[in-house]
């Protein structure tokens, strides 16, 4: 099992910045991708940013290119979502995913992941 814990969200005004960090526990070694997804009421949970444990590629949704970039810092198990340029339909729960080799899908896929953190809000205003 892996837990995973989000946090550093927060509010900000448009045009702000914040960073997300996960930290994971557990069978981490298990680990194979890792993605942020966020989620806000009356829309389905979508995929913002992914990579794999062991490779450089990272993956981004067309709405969050050039604002966002996911990175990892395998030593301390944490992965971390920096958001530039922050816009109110940025706002919603963001979540930590984390998948086994044996899980597949395409990335913004929630089916493709195994391990889910509880998520932390984040809200930006204009």
């Known amino acids: 099992q892996v837990q995973l814990v989000e946090s550093g969200g927060g509010s900000v005004q448009s045009g702000g910045s914040l960073t997300l960090s996960c930290v994971a526990s557990?069978?981490?070694?298990?680990?194979?991708?890792v993605a942020w997804f966020r989620q806000s009421p009356m829309k389905a949970r979508e995929g913002v940013a992914f990579?794999?444990?062991?490779?450089?590629?990272?993956t981004y949704a067309d709405s969050v290119k050039g604002r966002f970039t996911i990175s990892r810092d395998n030593a301390k198990n944490t992965v971390f979502l920096q958001m530039n340029g922050l816009k109110p339909e940025d706002t919603g729960m963001y979540f930590c995913?984390?998948?086994?080799?044996?899980?597949?899908?395409?990335?913004?896929?929630?089916?493709?992941?195994?391990?889910w953190g509880q998520g932390t809000q984040v809200t930006v205003s204009s």
């Open positions: 995913a984390a998948g086994r080799f044996q899980d597949y899908g395409y990335w913004a896929n929630t089916q493709a992941y195994t391990y």
């Open positions: 557990g069978n981490t070694d298990s680990i194979y991708r």
């Open positions: 990579m794999y444990i062991q490779t450089p590629t990272t």
